[in-house]
């Protein structure tokens, strides 16, 4: 059998500043170890809660800490990153480095799965840091278009990177020797859909419009659609979006009435922006119902967005 271009091949083969190649690199090697950690489980006392709550105010799992740990020890130990900002510190941390790049990340996205055995992921993203000085907060807060670099790494039946540095999407599959393998070079959304995906026990706090637009789905052959529609929620944003990402569909996290003040549930510097950039780059959309995600402005780093993404004929639809 021949051997499939390893990621540091296929960076050669990407227009990519060496700052973010070089953490791109150091991230990949932290998500293998974090997908060690995440397969072991029990067999190193790894599941279960840690006892803290986060910025978000929720209960932190022990793979939460631990994931956090070992992505922010990885970076910080990497010269190319002058900063880092993770759902689950409340400040940033950053160094006196100058140059290089800021990475914002959700270390385990998802984690209310592991207890059930099912997918969780890392989500990355990567921005410039300040030139000239040290960078700070506010560094932090450009929007998802400046991004240099978005990924996430899938912890499902098989272990995936799926990165875009450039153009193109591209996804790797991590090999028995912890080598990350070019499986899919270029990621692309099918235009259109018939396949949702939306936490359907929030129906009744859902705007009109959004009732509107799931009902049209789920009223399929016979409503204005004039076909019926498959409904698909993994409760890890990781795996909707690689499932998009695969074979197209739409993913919702709407604004709901349970917090109105809230815009949505999801968090924009490490879950909106990065995947955002991703399904942009294979050809879908990402909005938040009213603009794109990535011209959104962020002005707090764990601020909340709604988020419609995917097909790009179905976002349209639905945002
Ligand atoms: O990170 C938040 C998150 O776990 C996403 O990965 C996922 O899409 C969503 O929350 C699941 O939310 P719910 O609890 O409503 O199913
Ligand atoms: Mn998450």
């Known amino acids: 059998m021949t051997q499939l271009p390893d990621l540091t091949a296929w960076l050669s083969s990407q227009t990519v500043d060496p700052a973010t190649r070089e953490a791109v690199l150091c991230v990949a090697a932290a998500c293998v170890e974090i997908g060690r950690v995440v397969a072991l ?11 803290g709550i986060n910025v978000q105010q ?3 799992k022990k793979l939460d800490v631990l994931s956090n ?5 990885a970076l910080l130990a990497c010269p190319a990153v002058a900063g880092l900002a993770s759902e689950e510190l409340d400040t940033v941390q950053v160094t006196d480095r100058t140059g290089g790049v800021l990475v914002t990340f959700d270390p385990l996205d998802g984690s209310s799965n592991l207890d059930i055995n099912a997918p969780v992921g890392t989500i990355v993203s990567i921005l410039p840091a300040a030139e000239g000085r040290a960078s700070t907060e506010a560094d932090f807060l450009r929007p998802g278009r400046h991004q240099l670099a978005a990924a996430y790494a899938l912890y499902g039946p098989q272990t995936v990177l799926v990165l875009s540095v450039d153009r193109d999407v591209a996804s790797f599959t991590l090999d028995a020797d912890g080598h990350w393998r070019l499986t899919q070079d270029r990621m692309v959304v099918p235009e259109q859909t018939r396949e949702f995906a939306i936490n359907m026990s929030n129906q009744r706090h859902w705007a009109p419009a959004v009732r509107a637009y799931i009902d049209s789905c789920l009223a399929g052959r016979d409503g204005p659609r004039g076909k019926d529609f498959n409904m698909r929620w993994v409760a890890a944003m990781v795996g909707d979006v690689h499932r998009i990402l695969t074979r197209g569909g739409v993913f919702l996290y709407p604004w709901d009435a349970r917090e109105p003040d809230r815009p949505g549930k999801l968090r924009l510097l490490y879950e909106g922006a990065p995947m955002a950039l991703l399904i942009e780059r294979a050809g879908g959309l990402a909005t938040d119902g009213k603009q794109p995600i990535l011209d959104i402005v962020p002005t707090a780093l764990h601020q909340r967005v709604a988020i419609v993404l995917g097909s790009a004929e179905e976002v349209r639809l639905a945002g």
């Open 41 to 51: 489980g029990a067999i190193e006392d790894n599941l279960g809660v840690a006892g």
């Open 69 to 73: 740990d070992i992505l922010s020890e």
């Open 58 to 60: 929720e209960e932190q």
